[in-house]
């Protein structure tokens, strides 16, 4: 006893340990705070003086010359493409891994982490593998008439193939926690397989489908490494907007003039669609009072 | 009321129980099917593809490959980046972790959304990030320059740019883990006596370890796998500022395939050892916290 009240007279003693007490908790709060200033605040704060800084009519002016509207809308198609079929085939694939017992589940469960290792570049490399022209596979779609490399089919498969998991592990922990309970009360009511997931499982599972399917967008709209050896990056047909942007970078290291503006626009503009995601991500999944409650 | 109606409804009943009976056997092993085929379709089916023209050349041109100077010294810069950002977003991101989880201030849920806003920014968009901060006619480009510091189109800006990218896979992964923890054990450790730091490093270590580990796996493989940020900052100087990912990428883009197939199974093997890692410290903290 004697022990524990001395420790509380040490100055600054066990009061810093209490959460409420704000007092010293200043220096680690300091530090954490300056280090997202540092890493995060400043190269988002450089990006939005440089792409909004000079009014919004600079920023339709450039985004109005060759091929960036192109390039803007691709990107906005594929991704909403990509969030919405990920949407659903991530969501099934949680249900399988969740409800239903098999050999290989495990597997099956790791396997669809492997974007979340595996580097960008490589799964775009894997992609033009196997559907290239050059392999068997790519060889008799093309036979058939099926393009998928160098066309919008490759970043199509790219996009999926590295937003995959962001679904699957949005949804895996909602639904490991529903109980099954429900949905076999459900059926023994006489509900069917669709309806017992359309008016049971779904309700409880659409904000994390939601939060991972705008995780999915976020991450489509951005997504370079896995694009730019799949897509071809034609101009006004398979360029997409990052590859754009870093193709008007790179012009900048062999003197041509014109491109930082241009990329700084197109940026400020994925830029603020991606910040926009996050805050609507945000909302969703804290499920508070936001207007996207669900 | 007749006897016939009183009959019907166990009949249809049955009936109904059978149908259920199979659908139920059909529903599932359809469903199964079509998850299976997409993800042998999305991921398997590359993934093999990869293996097989990456051996097919044979040992030969593997060791060709990798006897190269510029292969080795790619794969030294992919190693180098790599240590310093875990290192970095290890400790900078326990710190905010904790700062998250136990502390309340006004302006809290912004905080938190920042730590996300790296996974939603395109990577090519934080190169850019970097140009404007530190390239030609940048905000701190006159410091660095008088004191004769290169941070563009050198090692610096690319080690700052996988930073950015890699920030929130800790931060994410320890938070909830210290949030299920609560304080008890702590204060219990710091009302017998310990100091800080031994709280720190005896009691809420241990505690969020598995996590820990996850979340770092998770920065390791984002961080070797970085190019489109790493491609606006570094230049890809040849030998110089050539990472493993920009390898490849000049490998494809000066049709020596062999090569950029060959690199990119390396990266893919090693992806796969650190996903193996990943799912051991995943399961290890599912088992922690129930």
Not at chain 2, 36 to 62: D, E, N, Q, T, W
Not at chain 2, 98 to 123: E, I, T, W
Not at chain 2, 170 to 184: D, S
Request: glycine content about 10%; charged content about 15%; proline content about 5%.
């Amino acid at each position: 006893m004697a022990d524990a009240a001395i420790h509380t007279q040490r100055p600054g003693g066990r009061a810093r340990f209490r959460p409420g007490a704000a007092a010293g908790r200043w220096p680690l709060r300091g530090v954490a705070l300056l280090y997202l200033a540092l890493f995060i605040l400043l190269p988002v704060a450089a990006i939005i003086q440089r792409g909004y800084g000079t009014g919004l009519g600079n920023l339709t002016g450039a985004l109005s010359s060759f091929g960036a509207w192109n390039a803007i809308k691709l990107t906005l198609i594929l991704a909403v493409l990509t969030a919405i079929i990920n949407g659903c085939f991530g969501t099934l694939l949680a249900y399988v891994l969740v409800r239903f017992r098999f050999p290989g589940r495990s597997l099956l469960s790791t396997v669809v982490d492997l974007p979340f290792a595996v580097p960008t570049l490589v799964a775009g490399v894997m992609l033009s593998a196997l559907y290239g022209p050059g392999s068997a596979v790519g060889g008799w779609l093309e036979q058939h008439g099926i393009q998928i490399v160098d066309a919008v089919p490759g970043i199509l498969l790219a996009l999926l193939f590295v937003t995959l998991p962001l679904v699957v592990r949005s949804v895996q922990p909602v639904l490991l926690e529903l109980d099954p309970a429900e949905e076999e009360a459900a059926r023994v009511l006489g509900a069917g397989q669709w309806t017992t997931f359309r008016k049971v499982v779904f309700p409880a599972l659409r904000p994390a489908i939601t939060a991972g399917s705008l995780q999915a967008l976020a991450r489509a709209l951005g997504e370079f490494g896995a694009v730019v050896l799949v897509a071809g990056n034609i101009p006004n047909k398979t360029l997409t907007a990052p590859v754009f942007i870093s193709q008007l970078l790179n012009q900048t290291s062999y003197g041509a003039s014109g491109g930082p503006d241009q990329a700084a626009a197109v940026s400020a503009l994925l830029f603020g669609l991606a910040f926009v995601i996050v805050v609507i991500t945000e909302k969703v999944s804290s499920r508070g009072s936001g207007w996207l409650k669900a | 009321m007749s006897a016939t109606e009183t009959r019907q409804p166990p009949a249809s009943t049955q009936d109904a129980g059978q149908r259920r009976t199979s659908r139920r056997r059909l529903g599932p092993g359809v469903l199964l099917a079509l998850a299976l085929a997409y993800v042998l379709v999305l991921l398997l089916g590359p993934l093999a593809g990869i293996i097989y023209y990456a051996f097919k050349s044979g040992f030969g041109v593997i060791g060709q490959t990798f006897a190269q100077p510029d292969v080795q010294h790619a794969f030294l810069l992919t190693f180098i980046i790599m240590a310093i950002t875990v290192i970095v977003n290890t400790i900078f991101g326990v710190l905010v972790a904790l700062v998250l989880a136990r502390d309340r201030f006004p302006g809290k849920r912004l905080v938190s959304a920042l730590v996300d806003l790296p996974l939603a920014v395109s990577p090519v968009i934080v190169g850019l990030m970097a140009v404007l901060l530190f390239g030609r006619g940048g905000w701190f480009e006159p410091f660095f320059a008088a004191r004769g510091i290169q941070i563009i189109f050198a090692v610096p800006s690319m080690v700052l740019v996988t930073i950015f990218i890699s920030i929130p896979f800790v931060i994410r992964e320890v938070v909830p883990v210290l949030q299920e923890l609560g304080l008890e054990e702590e204060q219990a450790a710091w009302t017998l006596g310990a100091s800080k730091a031994q709280t720190f490093f005896r009691v809420t270590l241990p505690n969020i370890r598995w996590g820990l580990l996850y979340g770092i796996a998770l920065s390791a493989a984002r961080a070797i796998g970085e190019v489109g940020a790493v491609l606006i900052v570094s230049g890809a100087i040849q030998g110089q500022t050539e990472t493993a990912t920009l390898f490849i990428l000049r490998a494809f883009d000066q049709f020596q395939d062999q090569q950029g197939y060959i690199v990119a199974v390396t990266l893919a093997l090693f992806s796969i050892l650190l996903l193996i890692g990943i799912e051991i410290f995943k399961r290890k903290r599912i088992r922690e916290a129930r």
